[in-house]
């Protein structure tokens, strides 16, 4: 089978393109997100929160897992979330568990965080996997 010049040139253009808009793409999904974490402070040791979730957003690009949270107090935090799992529940990563109508709580200088939901405590520690044990 023999292709001519022109057959060939046309493909390289068409998957030139295709790789340049792939690249944009990308490169345009982490600028947004790299703006967007100016406005979410880390959730981190010395963060101290006790507020309900009035907006939740979970980052699918770029910093996938990166979890965004607008408080009911006007507080904003931000956090990778498949860092902190809990195998006692269902969703046992927090950026799957956690849902609007919560009410996250955590105090300076602890690692350990809570979500109350329906009048149930679940917990949950910053980086780390706990309760492997308990894995379904």
């Not at 967007?36 to 959730?43: H, Q, S, T, V, W």
């Amino acid at each position: 089978m023999k292709f001519n010049k022109s057959f060939i040139l046309i493909i390289v253009v068409i998957w030139s393109i295709i790789i340049f808009f792939i690249v944009k793409t990308i490169k345009d999904d982490k600028e947004k997100t790299e703006a967007k974490i100016e406005f979410y402070p880390l959730f981190d040791k010395n963060t101290v929160v006790n507020s309900i979730v009035r907006n939740k957003e979970v980052e699918k690009g770029f910093y996938k897992g990166t979890v965004y949270l607008d408080l009911k107090d006007k507080t904003r935090i931000r956090f990778s979330g498949n860092l902190s799992v809990n195998y006692m529940y269902r969703s046992p990563c927090f950026d799957t568990f956690v849902q609007r109508g919560d009410l996250i709580s955590k105090t300076a200088g602890t690692d350990t965080f809570y979500v109350y939901r329906n009048n149930q405590e679940y917990y949950f520690v910053l980086g780390q996997t706990i309760n492997e044990d308990k894995r379904k």
